[in-house]
């Protein structure tokens, strides 16, 4: 199976501020039809993960454009501008490329 | 709006197996791709399977064959996962998710969750 390790585990943060995550895959997360399938998800306390950003940089429908995603092949980083309170929780990366899916382990954005 | 309403929580016995629903509503569940998800508090989320609801064709993570068997009802726009043999390393939060549009991935809507106790 694909592994897919982020970094860091933990991000402190102050409202207002700016955060980067970075997701690397254990190979190329490039499909045979050309595509990226690496997604992005948050999840807040006691709730269901929610899409952010598909195939690398797409904002799902209502997420703000302080997300942003990119990256290529086996790295890639999520940025979020402008951290509200809201943002705060669990990030998730997925890749969908390989069978099976699979997500990387999680970075907890939490206040400084 | 795309609603996916999960059944309520289980306590099940060691040994036992429980079939946990997925019930949707908001878009065309026959053209659709359902995936099943396992998340222990605490951890991280691992993919089980998805099924198409148009011919009920499946695919398994290999660590979930013969523990997940999933199965739909057209009639009823209802996803189902039946695990079997339960033990208290199957303890978790057991997810439904659609795909985006009507592909497999990426999980676009999500069900709010069923947490399963196994506990004598």
């Known amino acids: 199976d694909v592994v897919m390790t982020q970094t860091p585990v933990s991000l402190p943060v102050s409202l207002g501020g700016q955060a980067s995550i970075s997701c690397r895959s254990s190979?190329?997360?490039?499909?045979?039809?050309?595509?990226?399938?690496l997604h992005w998800y948050l999840q807040k306390p006691g709730q269901s993960p929610q899409l952010l950003i598909y195939?690398?940089?797409n904002r799902f429908s209502g997420v703000p454009d302080r997300f942003s995603g990119s990256g290529s092949g086996t790295d890639f980083t999520l940025k979020i501008s402008r951290v509200e309170p809201e943002d705060l929780g669990d990030y998730y990366c997925?890749?969908?490329?390989?069978?099976?899916?699979?997500f990387g382990a999680g970075t907890k954005l939490e206040l400084k | 709006q795309v609603k996916l309403q999960q059944s309520g929580a289980e306590l099940v016995k060691p040994g036992a197996s429980v079939k946990l629903s997925c019930k949707t509503s908001?878009?065309?569940?026959?053209?659709?791709?359902m995936s099943w998800f396992k998340q222990i508090p605490g951890q991280s989320i691992e993919w089980i399977g998805m099924?198409?609801?148009?011919?009920?064709?499946?695919g398994y993570n290999q660590k979930f064959k013969g523990k997940a068997t999933l199965t739909v009802d057209t009639s009823s726009s209802t996803a189902y996962m039946d695990l079997s043999s339960l033990t208290t390393e199957d303890s978790a939060v057991y997810f439904c998710?659609?795909?985006?549009?009507?592909?497999?991935?990426?999980?676009?809507?999500w069900g709010q969750g069923t947490l399963v106790t196994v506990s004598s």
């Open positions: 998710a659609r795909g985006l549009d009507y592909s497999a991935f990426p999980f676009a809507y």
């Open positions: 908001g878009y065309t569940f026959s053209t659709s791709y």
């Open positions: 099924i198409y609801a148009g011919d009920g064709g499946t």
């Open positions: 190979q190329s997360l490039v499909h045979s039809n050309g595509n990226t399938y």
């Open positions: 195939r690398v940089s």
């Open positions: 997925l890749q969908s490329t390989h069978f099976p899916n699979t």
